[in-house]
């Protein structure tokens, strides 16, 4: 009988964390997996780590060289038996009965082709997430962030055979998510079954100056996917201050320039009908509110700041 689900995880150079991240998959309480490891061409001590590991389930597959995570996720998925495909990364951790959750979810759901979690941030970065639950909410968002948090992702495996991730510097995950919304239902369940390390070496965190032009590129072109092209300080106000909620160079709120970025949203995609309606309607609306709410709280620091200097001198 072949695995219901297939574990697919990358590595590179994961030696501090990964086994670590290998014993919280192979102590779940769902059974029926394989757990496939694909060595991306380490140069530390991955590879005898993971090999020493004795269990049936896990299938390893090594590269001679360093091909990077989407390559790496292709080659995985495209040898995996389950009629599910789960990520998780070489440095994160499962709860335990994440695969019960998930599999019981996409059993009782089948027009949902993609399921997430919520998840704890724990390392230099510390946190619970709030990932938005249902599709429209998760389509509506995506334009200013990726909605799912891909170390706790569970899909069907036709979509992920279909459907190949993209070498990019950093967000592979996002850009897939983007391509499979008109395609598939997305959802993220409520409860908290991953924990997600962030740390100096991580891949987000060494590609950061990388990752932000790439991010500015990709919301550009989802932009001109809706038919909308924005000069230039309305561009930079909705990459930084509505899509990051960023205010730092903004004394006075740009309320007007942030107010008309939402409109034109909003009517950029009832001609295109790319995100659901209604819910992409909302969603700017409440982007609008929590740019105001972000503003304000900057301005009050920045004040407060301001005041503290001055009773010190």
Known sequence: MDPLVS??????????FVVE???SILNQSYSNFEFIIVDDGSTDSTYALISSISDSR?????????????YSFNVG???SKGKYIAHIGADDLAHNDRFKYQVDFLENNPMVGICGTQATFFGIKKGVSNMPLTHDEIASSIIFRSPMIHATIMGRSEIFRENQYFSTPTGEDWNLWYRLIPKTKFANLKQNLGSIRYHYESTTQKN?????????????????DLGIKLKNNHETIFIECFSKCNFHRYYIFPFFSLTYIAIILIQGNFMKKIYPKRGFA???????????????????GF???GLSHVDSV
């Open 7 to 16: 574990m697919v995880m990358p590595v590179y150079n994961g030696e501090k």
């Open 77 to 79: 998925i495209a040898n």
């Open 303 to 305: 004040f407060k700041k």
């Open 208 to 224: 950061l100056s990388k990752g932000l032009i790439v991010e500015r590129e990709w919301r550009k072109k989802m932009l001109s």
């Open 282 to 300: 909302i969603t700017m609306m409440k982007r609008l509110g929590r740019c105001l709410i972000e503003w304000v709280r900057y301005i009050g």
């Open 21 to 23: 991240t290998i014993n």
């Open 58 to 70: 896990i299938k390893i597959i090594k590269n001679e060289e360093n091909k990077g995570i989407a």
